[in-house]
């Protein structure tokens, strides 16, 4: 969305950022203190470069290439000042990994706030659940998928949910394949700027 905030920070146009972009930012701020930056929402223009990210480019990308693109990662180097994000120039910031988790919060926080006791809420993936299915009067079925690499679906097995929230992510999904065959994961090393290699 070439005119949402974020999309505006990474072409270093001035932005007053909201409250749940803060929210956001502080939450990954945490998570990346946390787990030493192998969580790290400046990776976005490698997970690009290896054709993972919203803005493909042809896989497979050269050693130059990332190791170009590495000097601007380090979410240490990215701060809030009041409503404004301080990044260097060439910092490319990119959430994708916690806003859907973040938005189901957000949109179940909202059903309760309208006293709906009862709802599931999924996207892509991420899902909250509140009380039961009251079409089914039963608790909230929800699938697993089987890892399949061909490309189909399966549910491995469904499980009851009640006031919980699951996120899942499966390297199955979302791999690309080298020229030699080589299978690799959307799963980028924020320290080296490699995808993990699939041994399958």
């Known amino acids: 969305m070439p005119n949402s905030d974020i999309s505006k920070l990474n072409r270093n146009e001035p932005v007053k950022v909201d409250a749940h972009f803060k929210n956001v930012f502080r939450t990954s701020k945490n998570i990346y203190n946390a787990t030493n930056g192998v969580f790290d929402p ?4 490698v997970v690009n470069a290896w054709s993972f990210g919203a803005e493909t480019n042809k896989f497979l990308t050269n050693s130059a290439t990332i190791d170009s693109l590495m000097q601007f990662v380090g979410f240490n180097k990215v701060e809030l000042k009041g409503d404004n994000i301080i990044k260097p120039t060439n910092t490319y910031l990119e959430f994708n990994a916690i806003a859907k988790g973040y938005g189901v919060d957000v949109i179940g926080k909202f059903l309760e706030s309208k006293n709906v006791k009862n709802y599931l809420v999924e996207i892509g993936g991420e899902l ?28 491995y097995k469904a499980i009851s949910l009640k006031d919980e929230a699951m996120a899942t992510s499966g390297t199955y999904r979302k791999f690309k394949v080298d020229e030699k065959g080589n299978k690799y994961a ?6 080296t700027g490699y995808p993990t290699k699939l041994m399958f």
């Not at 400046?42 to 223009?45: A, E, P, R, S």
């Not at 009380?131 to 549910?155: H, I, T």
């Not at 959307?186 to 320290?191: A, D, L, Q, R």
């Open 42 to 45: 400046t990776i976005g223009d």
């Open 128 to 155: 909250r659940v509140s009380g039961k299915n009251m079409e089914k009067n039963a608790p909230w079925r929800v699938g697993l998928d089987e890892p399949r690499f061909d490309g189909g679906q399966s549910v």
């Open 186 to 191: 959307h799963i980028i090393n924020t320290k």
